[in-house]
T-cell receptor, first 115, second 111 residues
């Protein structure tokens, strides 16, 4: 079975531009979460979506937004890109709301470079 | 979620046991201890979790002290492929999917 997939794998943008990152969860998984990982640091939680509704949000500005589609895939959008947005963006999926007894499975990430 | 403290780096000889410590002295009764690892340029991978009892699976063992203020992840026979950053995370039952990662421990397994 395919794991969590993300596209694109790499992306280069310039300051002020907009970017859309995509994630397809494991088949049957209804929850998708997004994380940002800056070089040398651990991943930081951005959003969780479950059944197309936002169920959690980390401490990120409103430039960051996301949505989940009926097939449970998800998009992360970042507007007005800053140099500090350069990071590895990770998507994780789980069957339900990812309570303690559920395992989250991470994709390989999208590496974004903002110039 | 409770804060965790891990050593920034550790070395281990191939074939030997790797013991990775984690301090979580402010852990609450409803918080679980999770371990994930991240091999270079890949997404994090779940390893194991526990509440208060010791746990073992095909990847590792988790030893939690009786007072729950610290824990140790044990890789019984480390291989070169176990070289990764290991994250200890304390997670409350109601936190949804949110995982609060620290900086982790860079484990290097040497031949």
């Amino acid at each position: 079975d395919a794991g969590v997939t993300q596209s694109p794998t790499h992306l280069i943008k310039t300051r002020g531009q907009h970017v859309t990152l995509r994630c397809s969860p494991i088949s049957g998984h209804k929850s998708v979460s997004w994380y940002q990982q800056v070089l040398g640091q651990g991943p930081q939680f951005i959003f969780q979506y479950y059944e197309k509704e936002e169920r959690g949000r980390g401490n990120f500005p409103d430039r960051f937004s996301a949505r989940q589609f009926p097939n449970y895939s998800s998009e992360l959008n970042v507007n007005a890109l800053l140099l500090g947005d350069s990071a590895l963006y990770l998507c994780a999926s789980s069957p339900g709301l990812a309570g303690v007894l559920e395992t989250q499975y991470f994709g390989p990430g999208t590496r974004l470079l903002v110039l | 979620d409770a804060k965790t403290t891990q050593p920034p780096s550790m070395d281990c000889a191939e074939g030997r046991a790797a013991n990775l410590p984690c301090n979580h002295s402010t852990i609450s009764g409803n918080e679980y201890v999770y371990w994930y690892r991240q091999i270079h340029s890949q997404g994090p991978q779940y390893i194991i979790h526990g509440l208060k009892n010791n746990e073992t699976n095909e990847m590792a063992s988790l030893i939690i002290t009786e007072d729950r203020k610290s824990s140790t992840l044990i890789l019984p026979h480390a291989t070169l492929r176990d070289t990764a950053v290991y994250y200890c995370i304390v997670r409350v039952v109601t936190s949804g999917s949110r995982l609060t990662f620290g900086e982790g421990t860079q484990l290097t397994v040497n031949p």
